[in-house]
């Protein structure tokens, strides 16, 4: 079979295409054909070799596709040939707390991912793709899609006519305005763009405020919800945006921290959480239950994600490039049929 692999010592341009023997599954295993991946930030970081972790190469990379079941090992029984899966990001944890997780096992890094003809994958680390989406939708779904959910749903219990602010426009963001809407949440939206503020709400956000031309969003935050504040926040800005998505908290708030797009250096006071009473929580992508929850709330919501651009599977440099440089809204992905 054909794979890519990001060779030593690391960088997109080190990715290469090669020939691998075609895996068999082992007894619990089912090997997939790939017909569509996913991009994350993630995987930029991984090739470019400023991730938090550094993995041992070769590596496939790439911890979301989906694909079609080519073959079951032999005591298998939660998937038959034929059947349409997505892998999950973990590996280990089919569900309860984050303390059931094994750290060493996270597809894409370090163990292989999608971006390979075939995938074998542990029958208990994949999902039944939903119905409602093609296979380049679902292949988007493991790492932004759950980790949306895992923060609103699974762990934030979102309740109807609570607010959701949603920092940016990118692939997590995105899905939690959809997830969000789709709860009777009050959606907030920010990003730097005013023609995605619009697409937002063409979505299902309520409000969007421009963070670039408002430095003090929070406060903006406060006065679209009667100075109440918001009750979920997706946090993917990281340090430099903590302190304004601390006053757009409502009391009782619940900050998930995401990401670090703005940096990685900032300050804020812990006092600002007491005075609050928020709750901060970091969030670890999902567990495979998550994702089964979230796969039911798409179908029976006919949630579609969004999609910016599609590049062939062998155009992953290129397609890394463009997540890494370009102003997208919605995710990057690959298709593995052409
Ligand atoms: N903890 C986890 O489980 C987990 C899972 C997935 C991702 N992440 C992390 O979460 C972050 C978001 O991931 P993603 O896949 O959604 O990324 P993405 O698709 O690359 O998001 C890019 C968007 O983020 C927005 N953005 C950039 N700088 C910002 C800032 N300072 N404040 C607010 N928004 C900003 C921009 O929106 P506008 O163009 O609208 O301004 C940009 O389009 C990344 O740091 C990623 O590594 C963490």
């Known amino acids: 079979m054909k ?4 060779q030593a010592p690391g960088g997109i341009e080190n990715l290469k295409l090669v020939e691998r023997p075609t895996p068999e599954p082992g007894r619990q295993e089912i090997l997939i054909r790939v017909k569509a991946s996913a991009l994350n930030y993630r995987d930029v ?3 470019r070799g400023s991730y938090h972790t550094q993995f041992d190469l070769p590596l496939v990379l790439l911890s979301d596709g ?6 079951v090992g032999a005591e298998v029984s939660r998937f038959k040939v034929g059947d349409r899966v997505c892998g999950t990001f973990w590996q280990r944890w089919a569900g309860g707390s984050f303390a059931m997780v094994e750290a060493t096992y996270q597809r894409g890094g370090p163990i292989d991912g999608m971006l390979s003809e075939f995938a074998l994958l542990d029958e208990q680390a994949a999902v039944l793709a939903p119905d409602n989406l093609s296979d380049i939708e679902a292949a988007t779904l493991a790492c932004a899609g759950v980790t949306a959910w895992h923060a609103l749903f699974t762990e934030g219990r979102l309740k109807p006519g609570e607010t959701v602010l949603s920092l940016g426009t990118g692939g997590v963001s995105l899905f939690a305005v959809q997830f969000a809407r789709a709860g009777g949440a009050h959606v907030i939206v920010t990003s730097s763009s005013d023609e995605k503020l619009a697409r937002a709400k063409e979505l299902g956000a309520h409000d969007g405020v421009n963070y670039r031309d408002n430095p003090d ?4 935050v406060l006065a679209l919800t009667g100075g109440r504040g918001a009750d979920h926040i997706i946090e993917v800005g990281g340090p430099q945006s903590f302190a304004q998505s601390l006053k757009a908290a409502a009391r009782g708030a619940q900050i998930n921290v995401i990401g670090y797009l703005g940096g990685s250096e900032g ?3 812990p ?3 007491f005075r609050r009473q928020v ?3 970091g969030v670890p992508v999902g567990s495979r239950e998550s994702f089964e929850a979230m796969n039911r709330a798409i179908a029976v919501n006919g949630i579609r994600p969004v999609i910016d651009s599609v590049f062939p599977w062998t155009a992953v440099a290129e397609a890394l490039r463009y997540l890494e440089h370009g102003s997208l809204f919605g995710k990057v992905a690959l298709d593995h049929t052409r």
């Open 217 to 220: 969003w929070g406060q903006t």
């Open 271 to 273: 006092l600002d959480i």
């Open 66 to 71: 989906v694909g079609e079941v080519a073959a």
């Open 45 to 47: 970081e991984i090739a």
């Open 3 to 6: 794979a890519i692999e990001l």
């Open 267 to 269: 300050s804020i006071n």
């Open 279 to 281: 709750t901060a929580r």
